[in-house]
C-alpha cells in the first residue's frame, strides 16, 4: 500500500486492531491503514470490499493506491484531500499524483474528485464516490507540451525553470492580453468594481508573491488588502465581508492548508479567484474564477518561474482593479501594459550575470548564515531570497525590510555576516544606502543587488550585482533572479541537492 497524507484518527485506530491481537511493526499511521485492510481481509472480505470497509473508517487527508497478493490484475485508488489521477494506457491502466507523474505513459489522464475510489485491472477503471456509488468522471487527453518534463540541456530542473523565465512571463502576458497586448483580457467574473477589500491567501513562496501583490493593488487600485498565510487564516476568525474578493495563490492547486482557507470563505464573500498553474487542481476547480499562471511544468521543488509567473497575473489583477473601481484609465492600463512588454528582455538581461552571480555564491557559500534587506516591494523579495537559499543551501537566511534592522537583527552582525541587500535605485534608495552603512559601519559584508546608478552610489561594498535599469513596477520579478540564481549556485557549491532539497515535498497535501 502506499499512502501520501496523514491519518488524524490513527492512533483509535490502531489501539482497536491491537487489542484484536493484530501486532504492528512500526509506529506509522500508514501501517495501520495496510493492517485495517488486512483485519477486513481476513473477516472474509474481498479486497474491494475491504477497502470500502476500510475507507469508511479513516478520518484526514490521504492519497491511497493498494495492490494486493495473489491479485495481479487490481489495484485500488482513493483520494480524500490528496490529489489523485488514473492514466489510461492500451492494456494498462496507472494511477499517479498528477497529469506530470503519469505523462511519460499515456496522455490520457483522468482526475478523481475528492472521496473518490477507484478499481483498477488492466482492462479499464471503475470509479466510486464517497457515498459507493459508481461515478462517471471525464477522461482528458494532456497536451504534451504541457507535460514535457525534460531537462532540456541543463544540469537540474531549476535552472532549466530559471531560464525559462522570460518566455514564460512573455507567454503568460500573450494569454491574459488582447489587442496586440495594449488591453487585459480577464475572465469575466474577475471583477472588483464594488468589492470592499481584498483578501490574499497562500503558502511559502505564493505568500510572498501576494505580499508584493499588496503593494500594487494599494498603489493602483486603492482597495484596502490583508495577506496572509494559509495555515493561519484558516484557523483565524477572520472578519469576512460579502463584498471582498478572495485571493488564493497556488503553483500546484493542491496545497492542503490554501484549500482549506478557501473552503473556509467559499460563500462568505463575494468572489474567490485562484491563480494557479495547473488547472486541473483542487483550487482551480474550487474557485470561482481560476488563473492560470502559465508557466508550464515546475518540476524543482523550489518555486523559481512559478514565483515570477505569479507576479505577473497578480500584477494584472491589480490593474484590473484599479480600472474597476476607476482609479486608471484604459490608457493607463495600456501604458503599464506597454511597460510590461519590455520584461522578458529585462529578465533576460538579468540572466546574462549569472557568472558573476556563481562566483559571488562561492564566497557566499562559506558563511554559515545570511541576512536579505529590502524596502517597499523588494522586502517581501527579500523574504522570498531568504526563503530560496534556506531550502536550496540549508543555510540559515533571514529577510528583513530594512528599516527594521536597528530594531533588533543589527545585533547579529559582525564580519562574518552577509547582508544582501535587493535596492534598485528608486525613490526609497537613500533610506536603503543610510541602512547599508550602519551594516558597514559594523564590518557586515554587504552585497547590493542594484542598477548602475545604486551602484554608483553605494560607495565601497563587500561585492556588488549588476542589474538592469527597470521601471519600478518590473522590479520585483526582475530582481527575482540573481535572488534565484545566488540560492542555485549557493546550493551547488555546498553540493547540496538542487531540485530535491531534503524534507521538501513539492506540493504540500498535507496541513
Ligand atoms: O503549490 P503552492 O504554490 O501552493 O506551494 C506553496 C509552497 O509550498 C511553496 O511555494 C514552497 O514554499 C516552495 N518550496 C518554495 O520554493
Redesign the pocket.
Known amino acids: 500500500m502506499v499512502h501520501n497524507g496523514i491519518i488524524e484518527n490513527f492512533r483509535a485506530l490502531r489501539e482497536d486492531l491491537a487489542a484484536q491481537g493484530l501486532a504492528f511493526e512500526s509506529e506509522t499511521d500508514t501501517e495501520t491503514i495496510a493492517l485495517l485492510t488486512r483485519h477486513h481481509l481476513d473477516s472474509g472480505m474481498t479486497p474491494v470490499e475491504a477497502v470500502a470497509a476500510t475507507l469508511k473508517r479513516l478520518d484526514g487527508a490521504f492519497a491511497l493506491a493498494f495492490l494486493f497478493d495473489g491479485h495481479d490484475d487490481l489495484m485500488i485508488g482513493a483520494r480524500k484531500g490528496s490529489p489523485l489521477a488514473v492514466g489510461h494506457g492500451k492494456g494498462e491502466m496507472y494511477l499517479g499524483s498528477d497529469a506530470i507523474a503519469l505523462a511519460p505513459m499515456t496522455d490520457q489522464v483522468t482526475y478523481l474528485e475528492e472521496g473518490d475510489w477507484v478499481v483498477l485491472t488492466r482492462a479499464g477503471a471503475q470509479i466510486y464516490d464517497a457515498q459507493g456509488r459508481l461515478a462517471n468522471r471525464p477522461t482528458t487527453r494532456i497536451r504534451l507540451d504541457q507535460a514535457r518534463v525534460d531537462k532540456a540541456g541543463h544540469k537540474h530542473f531549476m535552472a532549466k525553470e530559471i531560464a525559462e523565465q522570460p518566455s514564460v512571463l512573455a507567454a503568460s502576458l500573450g494569454f491574459h492580453t488582447a489587442n496586440g497586448q495594449t488591453s487585459l483580457a480577464l475572465p469575466e467574473g474577475v471583477d472588483f468594481s464594488t468589492c470592499d477589500r481584498v483578501t490574499m491567501v497562500?503558502?511559502?513562496?505564493?505568500h510572498y508573491a501576494t505580499q508584493v501583490a499588496k503593494y500594487w493593488f494599494e498603489q493602483l487600485a486603492g482597495v484596502p488588502v490583508e495577506t496572509d498565510i494559509a495555515s493561519e487564516y484558516r484557523y483565524r476568525q477572520p472578519v469576512l465581508s460579502d463584498k471582498a474578493v478572495g485571493i488564493f495563490?497556488?503553483?500546484?492547486g493542491e496545497?492542503a492548508d490554501?484549500l482549506a482557507a478557501l473552503r473556509h470563505v467559499t460563500g462568505k464573500v463575494a468572489r474567490t479567484i485562484g491563480v494557479i498553474n495547473v488547472p486541473t487542481s483542487s483550487i482551480a476547480r474550487e474557485t470561482d474564477v481560476a488563473l492560470s499562471i502559465h508557466a508550464g511544468p515546475e518540476i524543482s521543488?523550489?518555486?523559481t518561474k512559478?514565483f515570477t509567473a505569479q507576479l505577473l497575473v497578480l500584477l494584472l489583477l491589480a490593474l484590473k482593479a484599479g480600472l474597476d473601481r476607476g482609479r486608471l484609465t484604459e490608457a493607463q492600463v495600456s501604458a503599464h501594459l506597454e511597460t510590461l512588454r519590455g520584461l522578458p528582455a529585462l529578465m533576460a538581461q538579468a540572466l546574462d550575470h549569472e557568472p558573476e552571480v556563481e562566483a559571488l555564491a562561492v564566497r557566499l557559500a562559506e558563511s554559515r548564515d545570511a541576512l536579505f534587506l529590502g524596502r517597499g516591494v523588494m522586502y517581501p523579495l527579500a523574504l522570498e531570497a531568504a526563503?530560496?537559499l534556506k531550502?536550496l543551501s540549508y543555510m540559515h537566511a533571514e529577510g528583513y525590510a530594512s528599516g527594521e534592522l536597528k530594531h533588533g537583527p543589527i545585533a547579529l552582525i559582525d564580519k562574518n555576516m552577509p547582508v544582501i541587500v535587493l535596492a534598485p535605485h528608486d525613490a526609497l534608495y537613500d533610506k536603503t544606502v543610510s541602512n547599508m552603512q550602519e551594516v558597514m559601519a559594523r564590518q557586515g559584508q554587504v552585497i547590493l543587488i542594484s542598477d548602475r546608478a545604486g551602484l554608483e552610489e553605494a560607495g565601497d561594498v563587500w561585492a556588488r550585482l549588476v542589474m538592469p535599469n527597470v521601471p519600478d513596477l518590473l522590479a520585483p520579478m526582475v530582481y527575482a533572479v540573481p535572488a534565484q540564481l545566488l540560492s542555485y549556485h549557493t546550493a551547488l557549491a555546498r553540493g547540496t541537492d538542487v531540485d530535491q532539497p531534503r524534507n521538501?515535498a513539492k506540493?504540500?497535501t498535507v496541513e
Open positions: 497562500a503558502c511559502g513562496t505564493g495563490v497556488s503553483q500546484s496545497t490554501t521543488v523550489a518555486s512559478g526563503l530560496k531550502e521538501l506540493s504540500v
